[in-house]
């Protein structure tokens, strides 16, 4: 069954955690652990394809990588737990905000070792990027449904540049858009929309260790 991100797109990415965003990271490339429950599944070659969007991108400004090459997670207790965490968060979008912790964080999400989880969903639910602990962590959730791959691809490199300290602009036709119309990057061909000058200053700022 096909998903529409438009209405995802919306809604969902209103649960950005603003003031969670607000200290720049140290101490080298974040780890970013995928959690999947097919193997095969294709959201897996685009979290790659999107880590290395920002790797890239962040380079050009002269600073190092804000994340490492992905690795597949393993949690011994299943995916449910992060399924269940997933779905409480995505219910509460457009509601939540960084002065409220929101849901309790499941104890497994706690023994991945890395930095920034993606959960590649196997619900129909609101994508996020959503801060946990206490050490700058991200639970992403990613849905299952949308066969149009730039538009997923373009999703995740989305909740990965609020990760990175990025903001929503109403600018159309750009990555950090929202409301966003998905119409028109759901072509063949693989590509990332752009960045903007302000998301350009705001990297320099929050990965640089300066005030925006």
Known sequence: MTFSWRATLVLALGILPVAAASEPAHGGPRGVAVLV??????RIA???EAVS????????L???APFSKPGRGAPSEGLRPFENYAHQLSQLAGRLDSSFPGPQPPEALFRVDAEVVVLLSAQNLMPFAWPYG???RYFIAIPSGDERHNVVRNVI???LGHVLGLKHTREPGVLMCQPCDTSARSGDQPRFLPL????RERLR???GGTEP
Do not use: K, P, Q
Not at 196 to 199: K, S, V, Y
């Open 37 to 42: 429950a097919d193997a095969d599944d294709e």
């Open 46 to 48: 685009m979290v790659g």
């Open 53 to 60: 969007f920002w790797n890239e991108a962040v380079s050009v």
């Open 62 to 64: 002269g600073l190092a």
């Open 134 to 136: 206490d050490d700058d």
């Open 157 to 159: 490199a989305h909740e």
């Open 196 to 199: 903007t000058d302000l998301d």
């Open 205 to 207: 700022s929050f990965l």
